[in-house]
């Protein structure tokens, strides 16, 4: 399969937001000291690595959390 027929077939592209964002959206996203007050393992979806209480994460309104580091370069 070539990527043009993955692109068609819709398998990739459109639709689907890359990471790291733009600047400009980073600056509306919500920004917060991770607290893991649910005693639940979160993991930073870029790095897969689980969020350490007290760093500088990014919490999408979709609940999900970044590191800060990750989103913004
Ligand atoms: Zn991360």
Same mark, same amino acid.
């Given at each position: 399969?070539?990527?043009?027929?993955?692109?068609?077939?819709?398998?990739?592209? %459109?639709?689907?937001?890359?990471?790291?964002?733009?600047?400009? #959206?980073?600056?509306?996203? @919500?920004? =917060? %000291?991770?607290?893991?007050?649910?005693?639940?393992?979160?993991? #930073?979806?870029?790095?897969? @690595?689980? =969020?350490?209480?007290?760093?500088?994460?990014?919490?999408?309104?979709?609940?999900?959390?970044?590191?800060?580091?990750?989103?913004?370069?």
């Amino acid at each position: 399969m070539t990527a043009m027929d993955a692109v068609s077939l819709g398998i990739i592209g %459109e639709g689907r937001e890359k990471i790291p964002a733009t600047k400009s #959206s980073i600056d509306e996203l @919500e920004r =917060l %000291e991770f607290l893991d007050d649910l005693g639940r393992v979160t993991t #930073s979806t870029v790095c897969v @690595e689980e =969020l350490q209480v007290g760093v500088q994460a990014i919490q999408l309104p979709c609940y999900h959390h970044y590191h800060q580091d990750c989103i913004v370069k």
